[in-house]
């Protein structure tokens, strides 16, 4: 069974202090590792998606990267914003249309001024 | 970029009755829809996963003859709630999956059931 594993749990940080996020991963073959920022009340918002160990992607703040059993979300400088729960999933290699995706129970990361 | 847009965004129903969330998939075509349920503070559960045309799988746990879900076209899902019941009170998120634009999710529907 693909398990999926995030901490912390929660985080605050003051703006401008860097940090990072962990999501550790089982799966049986690894197609896919995502990761989503989602609000209150509203559904995920995709950030990125991984595929082999190694891999990093960037989008502003936010960098992640992948291992073969760990992936990190690093936030660079955070500012306010960027307060919301991190949702990070795996997809696993199924034969097949679309297969499922897996979440853990996210970071909620909170920056303060 | 991929939108997908799930109606209505909040709901209250009386007990016993039934309610049906719409999930479409505005400028693509979705080979397939997940149903997710999601608690305070908790990740995302799968219900179930549907291809249109077909049945859809439902997760071990959740009932089929509950939760109804149509998948009528490749642009549109439907999850009817039946015969609701306070605990069914929960925020339901739908996502489309296609190859081009991966796995895109809908803004959720809060239900209440009063």
């Known amino acids: 069974e693909d398990q999926v594993t995030q901490s912390p749990e929660a985080l605050r940080l003051q703006e401008g202090e860097s940090s990072s996020l962990n999501c550790s991963y089982t799966?049986?073959?690894?197609?896919?590792l995502f990761w989503y920022r989602q609000d209150p009340g509203k559904g995920p918002e995709f950030l990125f998606t991984?595929?082999?160990a190694g891999e990093e992607k960037e989008k502003e703040r936010l960098k992640a990267t992948l291992t073969k059993k760990e992936s990190f979300l690093h936030i660079t400088a955070p500012k306010p914003e960027d307060s919301a729960t991190y949702l990070c999933?795996?997809?696993?290699?199924?034969?097949?249309?679309?297969?499922?995706?897996?979440f853990g129970t996210g970071t909620r990361l909170q920056v303060t001024l | 970029g991929a939108v997908v847009s799930q109606h209505p965004s909040r709901v209250i129903c009386k007990s016993g009755t039934s309610v049906k969330i719409e999930c479409r998939s505005l400028?693509?075509?979705?080979?397939?829809m997940f149903w997710y349920r999601q608690f305070p503070k908790q990740s995302l559960m799968l219900m179930a996963t549907s291809n249109e045309g077909s049945k859809a799988t439902y997760e071990q746990g959740v009932e089929k003859d509950k939760f109804l879900i149509n998948h009528a076209s490749l642009t549109l899902s439907t999850l009817t709630v039946t015969s609701a019941h306070p605990e069914d009170s929960s925020f339901y998120i739908c996502s489309a999956a296609s190859g081009r634009y991966g796995y895109t999710f809908g803004s959720g529907t809060r239900l209440t059931v009063v």
């Open positions: 999933a795996v997809q696993a290699r199924e034969a097949g249309t679309a297969s499922k995706l897996t």
């Open positions: 400028d693509f075509q979705a080979t397939t």
């Open positions: 991984l595929y082999s």
């Open positions: 799966v049986s073959g690894l197609r896919g």
